[in-house]
């Protein structure tokens, strides 16, 4: 849908630059999960590392080809794999984070010093 250098609307390009940016998100919520303790996401609540580590893996992969092969973003996968990464993003991370921060060696009572 995107190869070549022929002229497409603007709302192909629309599109394109939304695939562009939800794989942005995707591939963000995926290194960040990486980079988290796996011991953090049970002591949150949340499902263990290993599964959101597929969740966002695959939701990746549906990222990257809704944007090399121009899937349409209205379709049903690559809507899937950005809400997906957003709910990793809104719910997940805070949480995650808050806690892998608690036990820094650097916070004070007040905070960091």
């Known amino acids: 849908m995107f190869s070549g250098f022929t002229a497409y609307s603007p709302l192909t390009w629309l599109f ?3 695939a562009v940016a939800a794989f942005v998100v995707e591939v963000w919520a995926f290194t960040d999960v990486l ?5 953090a996401f049970p002591a949150t609540g949340k499902q263990t590392k290993p599964l959101w ?3 966002l893996g695959v939701a990746m992969l549906i990222g990257f080809s809704g944007v090399a092969y121009g899937l349409s973003l209205i ?3 690559p809507l899937a794999a950005f809400i997906a990464a957003a709910i990793y993003l809104t719910d997940v991370r805070p949480k995650v984070r ?3 921060t608690g036990g820094s060696s650097r916070q004070g009572p ?4």
Do not use: D, N
Not at 35 to 39: E, I, V, Y
Not at 110 to 113: C, E, M, V
């Open 16 to 18: 394109f630059v939304l």
């Open 35 to 39: 980079r988290r303790p796996a011991g």
């Open 53 to 55: 580590m597929i969740i």
């Open 75 to 77: 379709s049903i996968l």
């Open 98 to 100: 808050e806690f892998g």
């Open 110 to 113: 007040y905070g960091p010093w």
